[in-house]
């Protein structure tokens, strides 16, 4: 499979702290990015890195990236009650307009 | 603006018979894509369209699936013959630029 995988599959922290999540992946890369899904419904896009960037930052979000590793971390700081939802990595292999291989996904729950 | 929209929001189906979903994306948006969802993974790529033609279908699991996009903005998918692990979120993706890819609810599809 060329899905990547997050780490932990569950994350469950309290208002205030942060959280860290991992992806994984086994090929070589474009670009990756970090989705967000609230009740197994639609996904909404958070940032993008490309493969020759290391970090990226946007809001409370901050995002790795270490290609020798082949591997990405999203960070939130600050969490809310709110950040609640399953996140996923997703790559792209050559061409930002293909397909998008997704990992399965951390569940995140902040308690207020 | 209106964002991606998804038709049904839910479908319930007898095994063995034809389904049609539906996705009308962003106004504009030349790059479509069709991903398929199951409980607790992450999104699984079907195919995608660039303008009338698919670009990429090499997702599709058999010929039961098939999916058309006549006028390069609307786009069905059609399942033939359902069967019980069909079942899942159909999500539906447009973009313009490849590097945002916006994503619509889903269609979740149950078949019995």
């Known amino acids: 499979s060329q899905q990547g995988e997050e780490d932990p599959q569950a994350l469950s922290i309290q208002e205030g702290e942060n959280a860290t999540m991992n992806c994984s992946y086994k090929?070589?890369?474009?670009?990756l990015q970090w989705y967000r899904q609230n009740s197994g419904r639609g996904l909404v896009h958070l940032i993008l890195?490309?493969?020759?960037?290391r970090e990226k930052h946007s809001g409370r979000l901050r995002v790795t990236l270490d290609t020798s590793k082949k591997s990405s971390s999203l960070l939130i700081t600050a969490s809310r009650a709110a950040d609640t939802a399953s996140y996923f990595c997703?790559?792209?292999?050559?061409?930002?307009?293909?397909?998008?291989?997704f990992g399965r996904g951390t569940q995140l729950t902040v308690w207020p | 603006g209106a964002g991606v929209s998804q038709t049904p929001s839910n479908k319930v189906t007898e095994k063995g018979k034809y389904v049609e979903l539906r996705c009308d994306p962003i106004?504009?948006?030349?790059?479509l894509y069709w991903y398929r969802q199951s409980l607790g993974q992450g999104p699984e790529f079907l195919i995608y369209?660039?303008?009338?033609?698919?670009?990429?279908d090499s997702g599709l699991p058999n010929d039961r699936f098939f999916a058309v996009r006549p006028e390069g903005s609307v786009s069905t998918l059609k399942i033939q013959r359902t069967e019980r692990g069909d079942s899942a979120v159909y999500l539906c993706?447009?973009?313009?630029?490849?590097?945002?890819?916006?994503f619509g609810p889903g269609t979740r599809l149950t078949v019995l």
């Open positions: 993706a447009s973009s313009s630029s490849g590097r945002d890819k916006f």
């Open positions: 890195i490309r493969s020759n960037e």
């Open positions: 090929t070589s890369i474009n670009n």
């Open positions: 106004s504009g948006h030349t790059a």
């Open positions: 369209f660039q303008g009338t033609g698919a670009a990429d």
């Open positions: 997703a790559y792209d292999r050559g061409s930002t307009l293909g397909r998008l291989y």
